[in-house]
């Protein structure tokens, strides 16, 4: 798992692929709003992407970042 960003959105690399998230930048971490993730970026943005995918994702990127002074939390 890899997670790079901006102060308005996250890119998450899940399994090879790469999905963008939306939020916010806060002081220790980031707000993403979980609604926000819709599709792979390309070149799979074919390929399908469901709330079971979707959960899966951010149960990974809580576990990614529970250690991590920067947090990801989801709302």
Request: aromatic share 12%; charged share 35%; hydrophobic share 35%.
């Amino acid at each position: 798992m890899k997670i790079t960003g901006t102060s308005s959105y996250v890119k998450i690399k899940y399994n090879g692929k790469m999905v963008k998230v939306l939020g916010e930048m806060v002081i220790g971490g980031f707000v993403a709003f979980k609604n926000s993730m819709k599709a792979w970026e390309e070149p799979h943005q074919l390929e399908e992407f469901n709330d079971e995918i979707r959960n899966l994702i951010i149960d990974e990127v809580k576990e990614y970042c529970k250690d991590k002074e920067f947090k990801v939390e989801f709302e």
